[in-house]
């Protein structure tokens, strides 16, 4: 059996002191380290987080921006595409309806071209006409009654 003496009542006062000096100088101090450093690092990573939040964030509103960037500027080309077949039609159209103008005014031209030489030839025919009259008659006529015959010659012409 187990003998109690004097020197394990002091051994066990000797242990419970140190016990409770360890706990006291030691134990709660170290505890309070630890409680501290975990609160810390609790703290950090609280703010670790709350940054990864706010970058999440930030990187989702910087997605966002460089979407609608992208869809502005499909959307602009788009419209410049848009407004650049408009020009093209209109362009088309006006040089179409500038080459309409051109032929009709040539056409124009070619008719009284036409006309003033038909004009010509009638005067020459004409002239010649009364050349031929004026020596088949040897006399000469003069020029009232050559303008008279002129006349006549023309209207039987255009008949």
């Known amino acids: 059996m187990l003998n ?5 009542i002091a051994v066990v006062i000797n242990f419970i002191i140190l016990i409770y000096v360890l706990n006291y100088f030691l134990y709660k101090p170290v505890m309070k380290i ?3 450093r975990k609160l810390h690092v609790d703290e950090n990573l609280a ?3 709350a940054k990864l939040s706010s970058a999440n964030a930030f990187m989702e509103e910087g997605r966002q921006a460089i979407n609608n ?3 502005s500027a499909k959307e602009i080309i788009n419209q410049a595409s848009v407004a650049a077949e408009k020009i093209r039609k209109e362009s088309l159209a006006k ?3 500038e080459i309409e103008d051109q032929k009709e005014r040539a056409k124009e031209d070619i008719k009284q071209y036409r006309t003033e030489a038909k004009k010509s030839i009638m005067n020459e025919a004409a002239r010649l006409s009364v050349m031929i009259a004026e020596r088949i008659i040897m006399k000469k006529i003069d020029r009232k009654s050559q303008k ?3 006349e006549s010659f023309i ?5």
């Open 4 to 8: 109690i003496n004097a020197t394990l």
């Open 34 to 36: 630890l409680e501290e």
């Open 47 to 49: 703010q670790a987080e």
């Open 69 to 71: 960037a992208n869809f």
């Open 95 to 97: 040089a179409k309806k």
């Open 148 to 150: 008279q015959i002129v």
């Open 155 to 159: 209207e039987g012409m255009k008949n």
